[in-house]
């Protein structure tokens, strides 16, 4: 798949010498910068398909498999950010709901 990349996350559980403390405002700061990158790719992958698709429309020279497959991306990325984006306002409700 291009365009996509996953990082992943890998952890020892059972080494205990893995110490690794970050800070509340590191932690925030990655989160940020996580989600701008996520949020990029989505606008990116929406661009390329409006691009395409004002191509074909105008009746320039594009290969419609381009223009469906840019289409399908921008959707398969929308919606999934849809979807991390309801879960985290679920989370949010839910946490907000327990009592101290």
């Known amino acids: 798949m291009s365009g996509i990349n996953i990082n992943p996350v ?3 559980l059972m080494n205990e010498n893995v110490n690794v403390k970050v800070t509340p405002s590191q ?3 990655s989160f ?3 989600l701008s990158e996520a949020l990029n790719t ?3 992958y929406q661009g390329q398909s409006d691009k395409l698709t004002t191509k074909l429309v105008n009746g ?3 290969n419609i498999e381009e223009v469906m497959i840019a289409a399908q991306k921008a959707s398969v990325t929308l919606n999934l950010t849809m979807e991390v984006r309801n ?3 679920e989370a949010y409700q839910e946490i ?3 009592s101290v």
């Open 60 to 62: 320039e020279d594009v």
């Open 42 to 44: 989505v606008n990116n």
């Open 96 to 98: 907000m709901r327990m």
């Open 87 to 89: 879960k985290a306002v």
């Open 10 to 12: 890998s952890v020892n």
């Open 27 to 29: 932690a925030q700061n």
């Open 32 to 34: 940020s910068n996580y």
